[in-house]
Each structure stands twice: as C-alpha cells, then as structure tokens.
C-alpha cells in the first residue's frame, strides 16, 4: 500500500473549517484515499473515501488533487467534539494506519 | 454508518489464561473481518484479515497459533488471545467491511489486561 505524510498536529478553533492535509505521491490507479478517526480510546470512525473525484457526505469534504497525490479533508464547520486523531489511509481493502494528525478544535 | 460490537469491552486475566474477545456486525452482514491491535500513543496495527468460512491471514510477525481467529458467520468473528502474557495487553479493535474498496466499520475495542 502507498504510504501516507500527514502533519502531526493541527488546530482549529470552533465554527471554523478544519482542512486536514495529506500527500500520497506513491499511491496506485486503483488505491483509494480514506479518511478515518479516532477519539481516545474508542474504535475509529470512518469518515469518507474516494477513488479520483471529490467526494462529500454528511460528516465531511474529501478533496483530491488531479494527479491523485495528495488530498484534504474538509470539516466544514467543527465543533469541541471534532477533536480526535485523523488518519488518511491509502489501499485497497486493507487500511494500514499511519501516526495520523491530531485536531484539537479550542473555543 | 454501520455498528459493530465487540465484548467484552474490557477484560484483565492471568498471566498463562486464555481469552476470547467476539466482534459483530449488527446491522449487515461483513464478508470480510479484520483484527487491529493498538498500544499506548501509537497506531493501530493489522494482525489479520478473516473472510467468512476460511481461514484468517495474519499479517506477518503475528503468531497465528497464539491468535487464533474464528468467522464462522457472517456477523460474528472471534479473536481467542492463547497462554496470554502481560505483552500482549493492548487494546484489541475489530473492524467489519464488505471487502474490496468498501469502508470499514470498527467496533469499540476490548483493553486487555494481562497480570
């Protein structure tokens, strides 16, 4: 699987976007980018994925460069409880998981 | 999305026991279960991957006779931790998915304790 880089850590104060960055120049034709988090000590939460096209649901905004090397999430709006470890995961079926960045939304 | 339970969600035993933690997709039926071992301020890390009626694929450097792993069904898999030790404490998380490019849904974990 495509190795991920993504930023150690980020802030983000609330109500504002969080855009979460992440480079996956080594990534395949069929990879897929997903985006997945955790809050402490909890299972991860999937998020979003997508292949080659922009991609939005209910949670968030996956943007995807046209040469397909690196991708942002986009939380339009966060909130306190947005603070977690985001993980950008390059593969197909099998997710390895990189350090992730952590997002701490502050008031 | 989907839900997946894990039980139990927190277990301590001796040092030489075994332990069984169970997974299950509640609400769909997962072709394919994975089994994630995560310790303190680090990632999470794939042990193996299970496909319903067959036999696991662990990843490499997991023992496969220590961590035995059972999907006889479509919504449930187990994960028996065999003559544990204190080194394998962690917390155990399982995810379910329908395989392929589909995104995996994960359960809520189980912290080991071995004493």
């Known amino acids: 699987d495509a190795k991920t880089t993504q930023p150690p850590s980020m802030d983000c104060a609330e109500g504002r976007a969080a855009n979460l960055p992440c480079n996956h120049s080594t990534i395949s034709g069929n990879e897929y980018v997903y985006w997945y988090r955790q809050i402490h000590s909890q299972g991860p939460q999937y998020i979003i994925h997508?292949?080659?096209n922009n991609e939005t649901n209910e949670m968030a905004s996956l943007i995807i460069t046209e040469d397909r090397k690196s991708s942002t999430l986009i939380l339009p709006h966060a909130t306190l409880r947005d603070t977690a470890v985001y993980y950008c995961i390059v593969g197909y079926g099998k997710l390895t998981f990189g350090q992730g960045t952590i997002l701490t939304v502050h008031p | 999305g989907a839900v997946v339970s894990q039980h139990p969600s927190r277990v301590i035993c001796k040092s030489g026991t075994s332990v069984k933690i169970e997974c299950r997709s509640l609400?769909?039926?997962?072709?394919?279960m994975f089994w994630y071992r995560q310790f303190p301020k680090q990632s999470l890390m794939l042990m193996a991957t299970s496909n319903e009626g067959s036999k696991a694929t662990y990843e490499q450097g997991v023992e496969k006779d220590k961590f035995l792993i059972n999907h006889a069904s479509l919504t449930l898999s187990t994960l028996t931790v065999t003559s544990a030790h204190p080194e394998d404490s962690s917390f155990y998380i399982c995810?379910?998915?329908?395989?392929?490019?589909?995104?995996?849904?994960f359960g809520p974990g189980t912290r080991l304790t071995v004493t």
């Open positions: 995810s379910a998915g329908g395989g392929g490019v589909y995104e995996q849904y």
């Open positions: 609400d769909f039926q997962a072709t394919t």
């Open positions: 997508g292949l080659k």
